[in-house]
């Protein structure tokens, strides 16, 4: 396709210019298309599900999956490496493993999801990945904390899993009644 083409069709799909079934139809058509340009073919696939999702999340569950598996996926390998480490996260005051954050459910961010633990005298650390719009980016946060999340003692933006990883053993370590792995 040629460049002014298909810029007027990424123009047309962010702005709204298409109903769901359009969309849907854009989408497959990409999928299954022979085009030369596979960097034009995801630049579609990618601006049909993010209409798609801001138009109607349900459909697009059924069709793509959920918003936040993505961000799932990365926190429950990361809270499966801690716990192989054999980290005793037993007595932990909140739930262990990955929840939904209330801003998410709220509607006011598109994705937020974290991992947490609280020890006994309310310390805690939390690890949150957070997505305010469906076009903004996943972001990270490594938060060590006394009572709620909200009153962060230290709080680290990290850019890659093994950044995650890294602070958020240092935090959990801080906060583990036995200071290290058993």
Same mark, same amino acid.
Request: charged share 30%.
């Given at each position: 396709?040629? #460049?002014?083409?298909?810029? $007027? &069709?990424? !123009? +047309?799909?962010?702005? =709204? /210019?298409? @109903? #769901?079934?359009?969309?849907? $139809? &854009?989408? !497959? +058509?990409?999928?299954? =298309? /022979?085009? @030369?340009?596979?960097?034009?073919?995801?630049?579609?696939?990618?601006?049909?599900?993010?209409?798609?999702?801001?138009?109607?999340?349900?459909?697009?569950?059924?069709?793509?999956?959920?918003?936040?598996?993505?961000?799932?996926?990365?926190?429950?390998?990361?809270?499966?490496?801690?716990?192989?480490?054999?980290?005793?996260?037993?007595?932990?005051?909140?739930?262990?493993?990955?929840?939904?954050?209330?801003?998410?459910?709220?509607?006011?961010?598109?994705?937020?999801?974290?991992?947490?633990?609280?020890?006994?005298?309310?310390?805690?650390?939390?690890?949150?990945?957070?997505?305010?719009?469906?076009?903004?980016?996943?972001?990270?946060?490594?938060?060590?904390?006394?009572?709620?999340?909200?009153?962060?003692?230290?709080?680290?933006?990290?850019?890659?899993?093994?950044?995650?990883?890294?602070?958020?053993?240092?935090?959990?370590?801080?906060?583990?009644?036995?200071?290290?792995?058993?």
């Amino acid at each position: 396709m040629d #460049k002014a083409k298909f810029s $007027n &069709l990424i !123009n +047309n799909i962010n702005q =709204g /210019n298409y @109903n #769901k079934d359009e969309l849907l $139809n &854009l989408y !497959n +058509n990409a999928q299954s =298309g /022979n085009s @030369n340009d596979d960097s034009q073919k995801e630049e579609i696939i990618e601006a049909v599900e993010k209409s798609i999702r801001s138009k109607s999340p349900t459909y697009a569950n059924k069709i793509f999956g959920p918003k936040d598996l993505e961000a799932r996926d990365i926190l429950y390998k990361l809270n499966k490496k801690i716990l192989d480490e054999t980290f005793d996260l037993s007595d932990n005051k909140v739930k262990n493993g990955v929840k939904t954050g209330g801003d998410m459910i709220a509607g006011r961010y598109f994705i937020q999801v974290y991992l947490s633990y609280k020890n006994q005298e309310n310390n805690g650390v939390q690890i949150k990945l957070e997505q305010k719009k469906a076009e903004s980016e996943l972001t990270a946060s490594v938060i060590y904390y006394q009572g709620s999340s909200d009153n962060a003692i230290e709080e680290i933006k990290v850019h890659s899993e093994e950044d995650y990883y890294n602070k958020y053993k240092e935090f959990l370590i801080k906060v583990l009644p036995n200071k290290q792995p058993i």
